[in-house]
């Protein structure tokens, strides 16, 4: 048998006769360098391979810490081993002292023990001081500070205290500290002997029979041995103890080359041979004693131990023949009840099972009818779809399909009969989702390919609704796309058609001309063909986008029905046109989702799937109005080539722009978009025309301002009306009153001295009536043309500061002498001008208020470009002023200047000067308003005054009484008198009485 032992195990034998101790050590298997390599492997280094050997362990030992161990801080690292590393112990290092025991047990093979006591009980014993050098001595243990411990107890139970401190607590952890009893746990009973009756009562028996064997034991005297030693050896009474723990281990076997070794040490026999010859004998004998002693201490255990259980071995052999006694009783029992299950079985079990089996026998023939039914309709399904193909029900016929397709996967799957038929199902689907999409593209063509005059609403509405279905059905996003094309394609039919007619009904063309193209055939209509072509083309265009409009309405309303939408009812449209244009203006319905149809199968396609079928419909919309203000644009180019709307008067492009705004907005209220293309031709044109007309009424006034001689004319009648008109109405209703005039007679009647303007006589030139005839036609065509509102204010501003800047060259720069031959610039030349600056100035804040509530928010600040022309006239008005009192001026300096205060009186040079007031007066008395008269007399009098204060000073003359003073006075007089008397001026202040040097 094995006996276990320690890693390393010294066996100690006393043998007969003999004092000394026999030291023998085992040693456990280890990593390659380990003490398992060789007996002695502490005698040499491994790694080193050196020839030095060590005598101790403690020599041994010394080597490995400086050769081959490494501190790292206060860490110790083993670097014994194959490449310097230490299979055995961890590479972070240890202390002091388990690197010290890792040497001895890892790489010395010495256990170390802290007593002998314990070195005895593991079979090891130390070497006494008188020991070999040759034998392994044992390292002492290295005290530290952590071996001195003691326990709370120990410190509490001091043996030196007279008696236990009381305050050993809160001297520590304060006053607060309480000693309080520890009360009993509430979730734990209160237990009493009485809980342990039952226990006791149980076990007393077994108890009772515990002490008896136990009694019988103590008194009974140890057995024999099985073995008995030889005479002369002491009886064997060993302990188990005494038998080293490698014979207890279960991988003891004598095969090993160690164990063997062990257990037989014929090396220390041979180790002897040369002391004694009959010492091997000796030794062998003695050895088979000690095994001999091994063996009889286990077989005295073994027999102890039988002996001590072999009441319990009885007892269990009792047992086992009880229990095979039940066992024969348990099996008659089970071989009856199981003839009574039989018995039952034939007489309860088997007529119920029988009814059950035939019940489910006829429960799967009616199943197997059921099936054979089912297989006979999906036979009839191909038949069936060609019929509802035959009578465009669509639906129906991939609702069967559907159906069909669930049927197969499901309750027919597996039949081989129907193998092929899914596939042809999908085949057939293929090929009506190809019918649906050739049938809505045929009904598509042959919708917007008829003529203009049958649109009269949607041709056979339930096939479109069929079809529309079946498209929906399969989820077919883009089947509108066939109107993008079949809507571009009529379009362009209906504008070459169109101009086609109105070209060959045309009888008047210029025949001098060869026309080769159709395109310049078009060129070559007068104004109103031209409009006739437009109105036609406009309405056959918005007639072919209301029919577009109403077929997609059906397709809304069809969308609807398949989302689950309430139905709207298809009213047939009797006439495609509510207007002039033909516009369709019914109002869009609001989806709807019925709540009776939440959830059904009538539901065809989901809210999302609507809503873009919805979009596209808007999207198509908007295309075909878009396309077809494409192709009007590019008519409109192809038109414009010879300057055809350039040379139109202002009320033929009016005319022109209104056909062609009224066409725009009747397509708005079709796709419900604004569009941009074909306004924006029309601005162009616009502006093109604008651009014309400007020059053209620049050209006319500049030529005019160059012939003008600056003379006052009279007023016709046809401008005083014009002017009453603005004053009336506004200038937006001059065209009006111009016609009404003429109807009336008005411009039959004679022309009047003065323009009248709100009580105000204004004497003009013809130039100044023709600028406020060009202001009233500007006002005129923003009206006519808002979009090019800016533009006219811009050339408006344009035109009156071209009228300003040429006056101001023409009289005050006196360009007017070399033009038209004037002499010279006189006084009424300039006052004339004067006044038509301050006419001008009159208009422009009415042209003001005219455009601000034309133009937009953003558009506003422009007019401040007619504050600076108003800037701009008045600051003439002023120059001229300023020249009139200059002239007289440099009259009186040059009359005064010879002048004397001496006979006769009055003198001439004052005479002179009354000549010269009287012509200034005659001048302008007839041209401007009493209040600038009066204004220049004013300053005219004065500027006198201050020339005779300069000649008084220069004569020497004061108001003393003399006979200067007398002369002078006399001229004051005359000079009075003569100013008193001119037209108007009698109450003027003119007292000269302030020229005298005081």
Same mark, same amino acid.
């Given at each position: 048998m094995a006996l276990r032992s320690p890693q390393n195990t010294t066996n100690d034998i006393h043998r007969p006769g003999s004092d000394k101790l026999s030291h023998e050590k085992v040693d456990e298997k280890q990593s390659p360098i380990s003490p398992a390599d060789s007996p002695a492997h502490w005698k040499s280094c491994l790694v080193c391979q050196s020839v030095t050997k060590f005598r101790t362990v403690k020599d041994f030992c010394h080597h490995l810490r400086e050769s081959h161990g490494v501190r790292e801080g206060g860490s110790f690292v083993c670097r014994y081993g194959v490449n310097g590393v230490c299979t055995s112990l961890p590479l972070e290092g240890v202390s002091d002292k388990d690197y010290e025991d890792h040497i001895l047990k890892n790489h010395a093979g010495v256990s170390r023990g802290p007593t002998s006591s314990s070195s005895s009980r593991s079979g090891t014993r130390s070497p006494s001081p008188t020991s070999s050098n040759n034998e392994p001595a044992v390292v002492t243990e290295k005290w530290t500070i952590y071996h001195a411990t003691q326990n709370l107890s120990a410190v509490l139970n001091d043996p030196r205290k007279s008696r236990r401190e009381t305050d050993f607590f809160t001297k520590t952890w304060g006053e607060s500290f309480n000693r309080t009893d520890v009360q009993p746990?509430?979730?734990?009973?209160?237990?009493?002997?009485?809980?342990?009756?039952?226990?006791?009562?149980?076990?007393?028996?077994?108890?009772?029979?515990?002490?008896?064997?136990?009694?019988?034991?103590?008194?009974?005297?140890?057995?024999?041995?099985?073995?008995?030693?030889?005479?002369?050896?002491?009886?064997?009474?060993?302990?188990?103890?005494?038998?080293?723990?490698?014979?207890?281990?279960?991988?003891?076997?004598?095969?090993?080359?160690?164990?063997?070794?062990?257990?037989?040490?014929?090396?220390?026999?041979?180790?002897?041979?040369?002391?004694?010859?009959?010492?091997?004998? @000796?030794?062998?004998?003695?050895?088979?004693?000690?095994?001999?002693?091994?063996?009889?201490?286990?077989?005295?255990?073994?027999?102890?131990?039988?002996?001590?259980?072999?009441?319990?071995?009885?007892?269990?052999?009792?047992?086992?023949?009880?229990?095979?006694?039940?066992?024969?009783?348990?099996?008659?029992?089970?071989?009856?009840?199981?003839?009574?299950?039989?018995?039952?079985?034939?007489?309860?079990?088997?007529?119920?099972?029988?009814?059950?089996?035939?019940?489910?026998?006829?429960?799967?023939?009616?199943?197997?009818?059921?099936?054979?039914?089912?297989?006979?309709?999906?036979?009839?399904?191909?038949?069936?779809?060609?019929?509802?193909?035959?009578?465009?029900?669509?639906?129906?016929?991939?609702?069967?399909?559907?159906?069909?397709?669930?049927?197969?996967? @499901?309750?027919?799957?597996?039949?081989?009969?129907?193998?092929?038929?899914s596939s042809q199902l999908l085949e057939m689907e293929k090929l009506i989702d190809k019918m649906l999409v050739a049938d809505f593209q045929k009904y598509a063509t042959s919708d917007l390919s008829r003529p203009?005059?049958?649109?009269?609403?949607?041709?056979?509405?339930?096939h479109l609704s069929s079809i529309v279905f079946g498209l929906l059905r399969q989820h077919s996003p883009n089947f509108l796309d066939v109107y993008w094309e079949e809507c571009s394609t009529a379009v362009k039919t209906i504008v070459k058609q169109t101009v086609i007619d109105i070209v060959s009904k045309t009888d008047d063309l210029?025949?001098?001309?060869?026309?080769?193209?159709?395109?310049?055939?078009?060129?070559?209509?007068?104004?109103?063909?031209?409009?006739?072509?437009?109105?036609?083309?406009?309405?056959?265009?918005?007639?072919?986008?209301?029919?577009?409009?109403?077929?997609l309405d059906v397709v809304g309303r069809v969308g609807e029905q398949a989302a689950g939408g309430k139905a709207v009812t298809s009213k047939t449209v009797e006439s495609a046109t509510s207007d002039q244009h033909g516009i369709d203006t019914v109002s869009p319905q609001l989806f709807q989702c019925d709540p009776e149809l939440a959830g059904s199968d009538d539901i065809l396609i989901t809210v999302a799937e609507y809503n873009r079928v919805i979009n596209a419909i808007k999207e198509l919309l908007c295309y075909a109005c878009d396309f077809a203000h494409d192709r009007c644009t590019k008519l409109l180019i192809a038109r414009?080539?010879?300057?055809?709307?350039?040379?139109?008067?202002?009320?033929?492009?009016?005319?022109?722009?209104?056909?062609?705004?009224?066409?725009?907005?009747?397509?708005?209220i079709v796709c419900g978009r604004k569009s941009t293309t074909l306004r924006g031709a029309l601005q162009t044109q616009a502006n093109k025309f604008i651009t014309k007309f400007h020059e053209e009424r620049k050209t006319k006034i500049s030529l005019i301002l160059d012939d003008e001689r600056w003379k006052h004319v009279d007023v016709p009648s046809e401008f005083q009306g014009l002017v009453d008109s603005i004053a009336q109405e506004g200038i937006t209703a001059t065209s009006r009153c111009q016609s009404n005039d003429i109807r009336d007679g008005v411009m039959d009647r004679k022309p009047n001295?003065?323009?009248?303007?709100?009580?105000?006589?204004?004497?003009?030139?013809?130039?100044?009536?023709?600028?406020?005839?060009?202001?009233?036609?500007?006002?005129?065509c923003?009206?006519?043309?808002?979009?090019?509102?800016?533009?006219?204010?811009?050339?408006?501003?344009?035109?009156?500061?071209?009228?300003?800047?040429?006056?101001?060259?023409?009289?005050?720069?006196?360009?007017?002498?070399?033009?038209?031959?004037?002499?010279?610039?006189?006084?009424?030349?300039?006052?004339?001008?004067?006044?038509?600056?301050?006419?001008?100035?009159?208009?422009?804040?009415?042209?003001?208020?005219?455009?601000?509530?034309?133009?937009?928010?953003?558009?506003s600040n422009m007019l401040k470009y007619l504050d600076s022309v108003i800037k701009d006239y008045k600051d003439h008005v002023d120059e001229i002023t300023s020249k009139l009192i200059n002239i007289l001026e440099n009259s009186f300096r040059e009359i005064i200047s010879k002048w004397e205060a001496?006979?006769?009186?009055?003198?001439?040079?004052?005479?002179?000067?009354?000549?010269?007031?009287?012509?200034?007066?005659?001048?302008?008395?007839?041209?401007?308003?009493?209040?600038?008269?009066?204004?220049?007399?004013?300053?005219?009098?004065?500027?006198?005054?201050?020339i005779l204060k300069k000649r008084l000073l220069e004569l020497g003359v004061c108001n003393d009484g003399g006979p200067q003073h007398a002369f002078v006075s006399q001229d004051i007089s005359h000079y009075t008198t003569s100013l008193h008397a001119l037209s108007r001026l009698q109450d003027f202040s003119c007292d000269l009485t302030d020229i005298w040097i005081r």
């Open positions: 746990c509430s979730h734990l009973p209160d237990i009493t002997k009485k809980d342990f009756d039952k226990y006791l009562k149980n076990t007393s028996m077994r108890f009772r029979t515990r002490l008896k064997h136990s009694a019988l034991l103590s008194s009974q005297q140890k057995p024999e041995l099985p073995v008995a030693l030889k005479s002369g050896q002491k009886s064997v009474t060993g302990k188990i103890d005494h038998v080293p723990s490698m014979f207890m281990q279960s991988m003891f076997t004598l095969e090993n080359q160690e164990t063997f070794n062990t257990v037989l040490p014929w090396s220390q026999f041979e180790a002897q041979n040369s002391e004694t010859i009959n010492r091997p004998h @000796q030794s062998s004998k003695l050895l088979q004693e000690k095994l001999s002693h091994y063996l009889d201490i286990v077989e005295v255990q073994i027999a102890r131990q039988i002996s001590q259980r072999a009441d319990a071995f009885f007892n269990a052999m009792t047992s086992h023949d009880e229990l095979q006694e039940d066992m024969k009783k348990t099996l008659a029992a089970i071989k009856h009840l199981r003839d009574r299950l039989h018995r039952i079985d034939e007489v309860l079990v088997k007529g119920s099972l029988q009814i059950l089996t035939i019940s489910r026998v006829r429960s799967n023939y009616t199943k197997l009818y059921q099936k054979l039914r089912l297989m006979a309709t999906v036979h009839q399904t191909q038949p069936t779809i060609q019929l509802l193909l035959s009578t465009s029900e669509f639906v129906g016929a991939l609702d069967l399909i559907s159906t069909t397709q669930d049927v197969l996967s @499901q309750e027919l799957a597996g039949l081989q009969c129907f193998r092929h038929l203009v005059e049958s649109y009269n609403g949607v041709v056979d509405e339930d210029d025949s001098s001309q060869t026309a080769t193209s159709l395109a310049e055939q078009m060129r070559m209509l007068n104004f109103q063909q031209w409009k006739s072509l437009l109105d036609t083309l406009f309405t056959n265009i918005v007639k072919l986008l209301n029919q577009l409009k109403v077929s414009s080539k010879d300057d055809f709307f350039e040379k139109l008067t202002p009320s033929q492009f009016v005319a022109i722009s209104q056909t062609i705004e009224g066409f725009v907005t009747a397509t708005e001295e003065y323009l009248v303007v709100s009580g105000e006589k204004y004497a003009v030139v013809g130039t100044v009536l023709l600028l406020l005839k060009i202001i009233v036609e500007y006002c005129q923003i009206d006519d043309i808002p979009t090019v509102a800016p533009d006219i204010l811009n050339r408006l501003v344009e035109v009156l500061k071209m009228f300003n800047s040429r006056t101001c060259q023409l009289v005050l720069g006196a360009g007017a002498i070399q033009l038209v031959g004037l002499k010279t610039i006189t006084t009424k030349n300039l006052a004339l001008a004067s006044r038509c600056l301050q006419l001008v100035v009159h208009y422009i804040p009415i042209i003001q208020n005219h455009f601000s509530q034309r133009l937009s928010t953003k558009q001496k006979p006769p009186v009055p003198s001439v040079a004052m005479k002179n000067c009354c000549k010269v007031i009287t012509r200034f007066h005659e001048a302008i008395n007839e041209q401007l308003p009493h209040n600038q008269v009066l204004y220049l007399f004013t300053k005219v009098n004065d500027s006198l005054k201050d």
